[in-house]
């Protein structure tokens, strides 16, 4: 019977092992089937890493790269000659003033070269200070005035020119980007069209964010912007209005915002590097015609600010196609992923 019962109670502790170990085999299983499914399916491991967004960007950016590149060098071309124009004004300006600016262009190597004296001696020169080293107030109030006035029609116009440029090439290059045109005047004709609702959109964007707020202003901007980013995209690729576009991109970013920052830091990163390393390559292949260097470093400039768009375009489009929250579109719940934009009237 003592037999007997050791048998029974082996064979139940046997049976209860087996079912400890059936558990934890079935947990070890489901356990990582769980997290491949979380993987799968789960809005956030659908996008794209940052490098997958580099390499498709670059893709796009490469197969566009003439719409671009006739962008970047007009551009360039126009910003250079302004420059030159301006300079040459300045030059013209002094010279009606103070005479050939020979005589300063050794000054100014004379103080490249540390000589102290050599201000001095400017300034004397200019008639702003007296022969014992005191600073004639009068006559550097009239040199500032003249200056100025000068100065100031060409360098206003100059301004206004490379503000309203910037804002131009900047829609152009979001147009291309979004549209996926190669016809560069395809894309000028649908940029002109929509570069001043874009600036709106800016200036709506800075005030929603309550950036301008004095002191706090720059901690809302910072929480609330980046999820206000969206919205060119929205406006440009959807139809959207300026204030539908914000509150959209606010509500489909939602979870997103440390993604949105740190890929950001590390767009800018990538491209400031890259940027540098080009230009410097071009400032020795064209260090014996300087001027010629000034318009690259315009032209690189511009086609890193293209290739901002590309990856811009593409890492929002990634965004606003795997929302982590219902999407609420007038006044209703959009539960679809791909819900169709509200056409601008």
Sequence with gaps: MLANQRQCWLTSGNVGNYLVCLWVTRSLVSVPLFCYSLWVFSPVFMLQTFSQLLSSSWNFFRSHFTVFAVAAVVVGLVLFTGQYLLHRNTVFMMESKFGSMERFSDFAERIENGDEQAMDDMMKEMGMMTAEGEINEDAAEMVAKHIIKGLAPALGSFAMIAILLSFLASAYYLVVAVDGTKDPIVALKRACSVVLPLIGLSIWMMLRSF???????????????????????????????????????????????????????????????????????????????????????????????????????????????????????????????????????
């Design 211 to 345: 950036v301008w707020i004095p002191l706090i202003g720059i901690i809302f901007g910072f929480i609330i912007g980046p999820r206000l980013t969206l919205a060119p995209v929205l406006y440009v690729r959807d139809g959207m209005g300026v204030f539908e576009s914000v509150r959209v991109s606010n509500e489909r970013s939602r979870g997103y915002w440390g993604r949105i920052v740190g890929y950001w830091i590390l767009a800018g990163f990538t491209v400031g590097i890259a940027m540098l390393l080009i230009f410097a390559v071009f400032s020795m292949l064209l260090a014996p015609v300087p001027m010629l260097a000034g318009l690259v470093l315009i032209v690189t400039q511009h086609l890193c600010i293209a290739f901002c768009s590309v990856f811009y375009t593409q890492f929002s489009s990634d965004i606003l196609a795997h929302p982590l929250a219902p999407v609420a579109v007038a006044g209703k719940v959009n539960l679809t992923k791909n819900a169709p934009a509200k056409k601008r009237k």
